[in-house]
């Protein structure tokens, strides 16, 4: 038990469904992160919410949403997705310092498929 | 392209044998982490070893750190069949934002009994 939980474990969707993701720490950390796994290939970082501040990669697209509405919560919000974004979608959390180390935390993760 | 890739993709030793998994990356770095990951579960730090140190032990696990090779390795000695998972180094680039850490691909261990 890492101190982060999330909700559901499973969820199958189809395209044109809207679903949300869950993540909650219970560490006092003041970063949450969404990662997705996909099968043969490195975690990619999706959104990190940071001393308050959001940061995005570029690159996810914009059916995914995210939103934290205070440090112990994180969401992803999903709708119209397609067949690719199956994966395993990771919450993790740290207790950011600047100019410190970054041990992630990580919960057990959702295992999505899109239909 | 990515920061740490791990080398081999894929290991399969004997109970008991030792297990050595290496990590290069590219950049300049604060530090290297190693996490664990059981199928299909989230990840678990191991260990983090710094940019100014070389070795560091963790029960029965080893990791060196050689900056001038850009690289680590990760030595699990005496493997038991509870060690049987994926391995990652994560490495956060020196003056980035601590906030941003980059996983290697990993190497699948698997320890047959």
């Known amino acids: 038990e890492t101190g982060v939980t999330q909700t559901p474990r499973h969820l199958v969707m189809g395209m044109t469904n809207k679903k949300s993701l869950k993540c909650e720490q219970h560490l006092g950390h003041n970063a949450m992160y969404w990662y997705k796994q996909s099968a043969k290939k490195p975690l990619e970082l999706m959104f990190v919410?940071?001393?308050?501040?959001?940061?995005e990669n570029n690159s996810v697209p914009s059916r995914f949403s995210p939103e934290c509405p205070n440090s112990s919560h994180l969401f992803l919000h999903l709708h119209t997705l397609q067949p690719e974004d199956s994966a395993l979608y990771l919450c993790a959390s740290s207790q950011e310092q600047r100019g410190g180390y970054n041990e992630q935390f990580f919960g057990p993760g959702t295992r999505l498929t899109v239909l | 392209s990515q920061q740490g890739e791990e080398d081999p993709q894929a290991l399969s030793i004997q109970e008991g044998e030792n297990a050595t998994m290496n990590c290069s990356y590219k950049?300049?770095?604060?530090?290297l982490q190693w996490y664990r990951q059981n199928s299909g579960r989230g990840l678990v730090h191991l260990i983090l070893i710094r940019s100014n140190e070389r070795e560091k032990h963790s029960g029965r696990l080893r990791v060196t750190l050689d900056t001038s090779k850009k690289s680590s390795s990760l030595l699990i000695t005496a493997s038991r069949a509870a060690d049987t998972a994926s391995y990652f180094c994560a490495t956060d680039e020196e003056y980035s934002s601590a906030s941003k850490i980059i996983f290697g691909s990993g190497t699948r261990l698997s320890i047959r009994p």
């Open positions: 950049t300049s770095i604060n530090n």
């Open positions: 919410y940071s001393l308050e501040e959001r940061v």
